[in-house]
């Protein structure tokens, strides 16, 4: 089950779609594959950057980029955030749903509030975009053969399985157990968590994950007979996880 595609667009790529980015990035990773990009790209601001990165928003890989950098990818969602750029990109993406958000350029007052307004207008949009999205994507409840099938794959059982034995962990951790990629692993919990056996709770700029608390009592039995037939392999990922040293340690490496 891939994860929506959502792209961001504004005239220089530089403020309001960069910015909305890497909140959505930041918020809503488990739902979204997010990118950004402008109809006449320019550079990312720094104001932008710096408001980001105040409110403890990664701005890595962060940079302006054209709209024929995407022309490959059906998106989802494609969201206009000014009025000047939607006629301009309308016939330039490919997207099932196109959609216009006009936000005012922070860039023509020039301030730190200006930005700072900017983020939290765009925090708050994307907030009800994402409750919408949501109740318009609900997930049928899991039966023991929709149970099966989303275990079928090795990563998601044994990331259930980790997460069962060690009661909840985030994603660098899971990343360095199973010895595989982050945004791999980020697309299975998004899959486990979307279906409603994970819930997760933020710390920080970490997000951790655990079994969800009203699982039914089939499906915790269910779990529990995983875990007894699948002992003896998941012993050499459980020592993957105990060579990070105890949770001080762990969020250390998980900094770098």
């Not at 929506?4 to 488990?30: G, P, Q, V, W």
């Not at 104001?47 to 890595?60: K, N, P, Q």
């Not at 060690?166 to 979307?194: G, Y």
Request: net charge negative.
């Amino acid at each position: 089950m891939a994860l929506a595609k959502i792209l961001f667009i504004c005239t220089e790529n530089s403020a309001r779609s960069i910015m909305a980015e890497a909140i959505a990035r930041h918020k809503y990773s488990d739902r979204f594959e997010v990118y950004s990009a402008g109809s006449h790209p320019g550079s990312a601001d720094s104001r932008a950057l710096a408001v980001l990165a105040s409110h403890g928003i990664s701005t890595e890989g962060l940079f302006s980029k054209p709209l024929s950098a995407h022309q490959q990818t059906q998106f989802d969602y494609a969201i206009v955030l000014c009025s000047k750029t939607a006629a301009e990109c309308a016939n330039d993406i490919s997207a099932k749903h196109l959609l216009a958000w006009d936000f005012s350029d922070p860039k023509q007052h020039g301030t730190t509030k200006a930005f700072e307004t900017t983020l939290h207008e765009l925090a708050e949009r994307l907030s009800m975009f994402v409750l919408l999205y949501d109740k318009q994507h609900q997930v049928e409840p899991l039966t023991p053969l929709s149970l099966c099938k989303l275990l079928s794959d090795d990563t998601r059982l044994n990331t259930v399985l980790l997460i069962q034995s060690e009661q909840e962990l985030c994603v660098c951790e899971l990343t360095t157990a199973l010895n595989d990629t982050q945004p791999k692993i980020s697309r299975h919990l998004a899959m486990l968590r979307k279906a409603g056996l994970l819930q997760d709770r933020r710390q920080g700029q970490w997000v951790f994950y655990r079994l969800a608390d009203d699982l039914p009592v089939w499906m915790s039995e269910s779990l529990k007979q995983f875990a007894q037939a699948t002992a003896h392999s998941i012993q050499p990922l459980l020592a993957n996880l105990n060579a990070m040293g105890d949770r001080p340690q762990r969020e250390q490496l998980c900094c770098h």
